[in-house]
């Protein structure tokens, strides 16, 4: 049947057409302004996109389409970073990041494809709520080498997959490592689009990109372009620790909401 779009297949085109019709402009306006706002939070803090965007996506189009959508989003937002910071990647480092991610992303495929939604709504709320606080609290992985590197990126590679928080493991472990700043960014924007990509391409071969999650995506590249833009405007406006008390503020109560969600739907509380 043509619900997904499939690698060398008609379906996948009659699918994204036979949605158009069907979208509903109001979640096509929210995915766009989501995206905006989360390019806004990275643009300003070097991290965030994903921590911020899906527990909001997740009542919008649902946890497993917040998942995929998330991460094709995500690689436009970190190829961004990637045009400004290229010469200050530590390639050598972002590529056994990456080796490890491969080894995890297979894992975090099968997560997402066999969790009940309702599940996977509480790991991601989990994962925001924990990740947030290590973030907050500057909790910090110290390197053990060559298997810290393929370790923190496996970890990332199953999350990026399973819930799209690729972020927090490789952010906590460079943060042990003591990388400067603007390196630790381009290395993170690096890695980040590299393992987006593969995410995506894993979710295609495995029949999970739907035809509205094609339609979301090109809808939120230029929203992201103006977040983007839009976090420069104010960069010079708003100090570095408010704005970090406010994105910790938000991810804290979107994962709080997440979370209850669904207990209250399993529950039949109302």
């Not at 997560?111 to 907050?136: E, F, G, K």
Request: charged share 10%; with cysteine; glycine share 12%.
């Amino acid at each position: 049947p043509c619900t997904a779009v499939r690698l060398n297949s008609r379906c996948g085109s009659q699918a994204a057409r036979g949605v158009v019709d069907q979208l509903d402009v109001g979640v096509l306006l929210g995915v766009m302004a989501l995206a905006a706002a989360a390019a806004l939070t990275q643009s300003l803090s070097g991290f965030g996109f994903s921590l911020f965007i899906v527990p909001l996506l997740i009542p919008l189009v649902g946890a497993k389409e917040a998942v995929v959508l998330a991460n094709m989003l995500g690689a436009f937002v970190n190829l961004i970073t990637l045009t400004r910071m290229r010469a200050y990647v530590d390639w050598a480092l972002g590529g056994t990041l990456l080796g490890g991610a491969v080894l995890g992303m297979p894992l975090g495929v099968a997560v997402l494809t066999l969790a009940n939604p309702d599940l996977l709504q509480v790991l991601i709320a989990l994962t925001v709520l924990a990740s947030t606080v290590a973030l907050w609290r500057g909790v910090q992985l110290h390197s053990i080498g060559y298997a810290g590197n393929v370790g923190a990126g496996f970890v990332s590679g199953i999350l990026s997959t399973s819930t799209s928080m690729w972020g927090p493991p490789v952010v906590l472990y460079l943060q042990g490592q003591g990388v400067p700043p603007v390196p630790f960014r381009a290395t993170l924007g690096a890695y980040f689009l590299a393992s987006a990509t593969l995410a995506s391409v894993l979710f295609a071969i495995s029949g999970r990109i739907a035809g509205s999650t094609l339609i979301f995506t090109a809808a939120g590249l230029p929203a992201i372009v103006a977040g983007w833009l839009g976090g420069y405007a104010v960069a010079n406006r708003v100090d570095d620790a408010t704005f970090r008390r406010i994105v910790i503020t938000v991810l804290i109560t979107t994962s709080l909401v997440a979370l209850v969600t669904p207990l209250v739907r399993v529950t039949g509380l109302r």
